[in-house]
């Protein structure tokens, strides 16, 4: 497969069937924000505020959306999803292909330069997939590189990727995703995540931005980064401010008073329906790939691996009775407004392969709750009811209806006496290192795309050794998971796809509940800010 630079032209936002974000642009008193792609405009900065979170700078040591936010504007990607398409492209790369079923061959232009002046070169590129592969960061994404065997550099501009197995399908989207950042090897380490401020300090930036202040989770300050070459046009403000809310009911108020530019996830159902009428906010619903879930921790859910009374059928029945019991048409409609809709699998609705296996399994059979169902079940397997869950969610991370939707979700499981679930919450930074330190049996998690393929919905979840770090491992889900990646017969693999959502819905390593069809913007800019096809918000304008 051969990757090709597309050619430079003025583009509009390409609202594509695998995802959305919530995107409202606003009007901003004292401030000119409908500058034009072609550079009419009048430079100043921009304001963006979100309500999300940084877990770390450093893309070695994280895998969410807060972070990915920032990393996109100031890290260089060999190759990206084209902003008008799901086609994978050069980006930094002159060119990228297969030189053979199991080298991908990448090419960078001469003279590269990071941020700071740094020769930017193909040893940058070895360094940054090697030392992600060593940190293997459990808040990381390196368990996407699992057919990755080694890189290759035999001059200054070529990278040849080795691969384990031949004819891997999604090894050039994961390129395009969080392990697909290239990082400074004269600033970061090679064996550790490296501390945000030694980022900024020694200015170790080459996307289209660099970052001039950070104050973390707080205030992060860009400016244009003039070594900057990539897909990307050149930016036509100054700069960007993008300041993190506590609230989202503060981050509501500064779009209605002008305060910011772009407000950028996370604002309930409510807030876009009252904003949709302000005539200085463009808002319109769009599909989504988003996706919200439970996951069960398999060691220390109740009857878990490493608890006093493991039991593995009897663990396996409180995630079936969990599965009878929620019922996600409410959740949607009551909490979200329609926004979310019921997922029933793995692979949300939009992508080749999905299906529906959950709706028949669990439930009344149509995708409703049945409280007979799971007290038959939970009997069945000797579990003496109520069973008692401990639950996690994070209130800050996935927007402010996270409270109302696991208030519901607990509601839920109450309603005839089976479970009894104690609730908590906790922010999103701490949130992050407690699940993987097995601190949560079950609990919150959602998902963005990284790229548009069934694959990133498999991948990160169901293999052995996953982000998800939950413990579960079944062979035969791992096995056909790597086969898939290198089927080459569409047919062939979408079976395969079809088949692994089959088998992860008898295990329930995870609950899915909501897909997001989510809000997009009309009006591809604000001095050059624009959503590309992935969805990714982009400081600079898309025109090539």
Same mark, same amino acid.
Request: glycine share 12%.
């Given at each position: 497969m051969a990757l090709h630079s597309t050619p430079?032209?003025?583009? +509009?936002?390409?609202? /594509? =069937?695998?995802?959305?974000?919530?995107?409202?642009?606003?009007?901003?008193? @004292?401030?000119?924000?409908? +500058?034009?792609? $072609?550079?009419?405009?009048?430079?100043?900065?921009? *304001?963006?505020?979100?309500?999300?979170?940084?877990?770390? !700078? $450093?893309?070695? @040591?994280?895998? $969410?959306? @807060?972070?990915?936010? *920032?990393?996109?504007?100031?890290?260089?990607?060999?190759?990206?999803?084209?902003?008008?398409?799901?086609?994978?492209?050069? $980006? !930094? =790369?002159?060119? /990228?292909?297969?030189?053979?079923? &199991?080298?991908y061959t990448v090419t960078l232009p001469e003279g590269l330069k990071w941020s700071n002046g740094h020769d930017l070169t193909s040893s940058d590129v070895k360094f940054s997939f090697d030392r992600n592969i060593k940190i293997a960061d459990p808040n990381g994404a390196s368990s996407l590189l699992y057919n990755l065997d080694s890189v290759e550099?035999?001059?200054?501009?070529?990278? *040849?990727?080795?691969? #384990? &197995?031949?004819n891997d399908q999604v090894f050039p989207f994961i390129l395009t995703s969080f392990p697909g950042a290239i990082v400074d090897e004269e600033v970061f380490s090679a064996d550790a995540v490296t501390p945000d401020q030694e980022i900024v300090d020694a200015d170790?930036?080459?996307?289209?931005?660099?970052?001039?202040?950070?104050?973390?989770? #707080?205030?992060?300050?860009?400016?244009?980064?003039?070594?900057?070459?990539?897909?990307?046009? =050149?930016?036509?403000?100054?700069?960007v401010i993008l300041s993190y809310f506590a609230e989202s009911s503060n981050l509501k108020l500064a779009v209605q008073e002008g305060d910011v530019d772009?407000? %950028?996830?996370?604002?309930?159902?409510?807030?876009?329906?009252?904003?949709?009428?302000?005539? #200085?906010? #463009?808002?319109?619903?769009?599909?989504? @790939?988003?996706i919200r879930y439970i996951v069960f921790n398999f060691n220390t859910q109740p009857y878990g691996a490493t608890t006093a009374d493991a039991d593995a059928a009897k663990a396996l029945a409180v995630r079936q009775a969990v599965a009878d019991l929620v019922d996600r048409e409410t959740i949607s409609t009551q909490v979200y407004k329609g926004t979310y809709t019921p997922l029933y699998s793995y692979v949300p609705e939009g992508f080749t392969g999905a299906t529906e296996a959950l709706k028949d399994l669990y439930g009344d059979g149509d995708g409703g709750p049945d409280a007979a169902k799971a007290k038959a079940t939970l009997e069945a397997a000797g579990v003496t009811v109520p069973v008692e869950l401990n639950l996690q %969610?994070?209130?800050?991370? %996935?927007?402010?209806?996270?409270?109302?939707? %696991? =208030? !519901?979700v607990k509601q839920q499981l109450e309603k005839d006496g089976l479970f009894t679930v104690n609730l908590q919450s906790t922010e999103w930074v701490q949130y992050a290192k407690d699940r993987t330190a097995d601190v949560y049996p079950a609990y919150q998690l959602g998902w963005f795309p990284d790229y548009s393929d069934a694959d990133n919905y498999l991948t990160p979840f169901f293999l052995k050794d996953n982000f998800l770090g939950n413990h579960y491992d079944n062979p035969e889900v791992n096995d056909l998971i790597l086969k898939q990646a290198v089927e080459p017969d569409a047919a062939t693999r979408t079976a395969d796809i079809e088949k692994i959502q089959d088998l992860v819905a008898n295990d329930l390593s995870t609950v899915p509940l909501l897909q997001g069809a989510q809000v997009a913007v009309t009006g591809a800019d604000v001095s050059g800010v624009t959503l590309d096809a992935s969805f990714k918000l982009r400081f600079a304008p898309i025109t090539k």
């Open positions: 430079r032209g003025r583009v +509009g936002l390409a609202v /594509a =069937a695998f995802g959305a974000s919530a995107l409202l642009l606003a009007g901003c008193a @004292g401030r000119s924000t409908g +500058g034009s792609t $072609d550079g009419a405009a009048s430079g100043d900065p921009i *304001v963006v505020g979100t309500t999300d979170k940084v877990t770390t !700078l $450093d893309p070695a @040591g994280s895998y $969410d959306n @807060g972070s990915l936010a *920032v990393q996109t504007q100031v890290f260089p990607y060999l190759v990206n999803t084209d902003y008008n398409s799901t086609e994978v492209v050069p $980006d !930094l =790369a002159e060119s /990228a292909e297969f030189t053979s079923p &199991t080298e550099t035999p001059d200054d501009t070529t990278v *040849v990727f080795k691969l #384990k &197995t031949a170790a930036f080459g996307g289209p931005y660099s970052i001039t202040s950070w104050d973390f989770n #707080k205030t992060v300050e860009f400016t244009p980064n003039k070594n900057y070459k990539g897909l990307l046009d =050149a930016p036509v403000n100054s700069g772009v407000a %950028y996830r996370s604002l309930s159902a409510t807030d876009v329906d009252d904003l949709s009428g302000n005539d #200085k906010v #463009k808002v319109v619903d769009g599909p989504g @790939g988003e %969610y994070s209130p800050d991370h %996935y927007g402010p209806s996270s409270g109302d939707e %696991y =208030a !519901l």
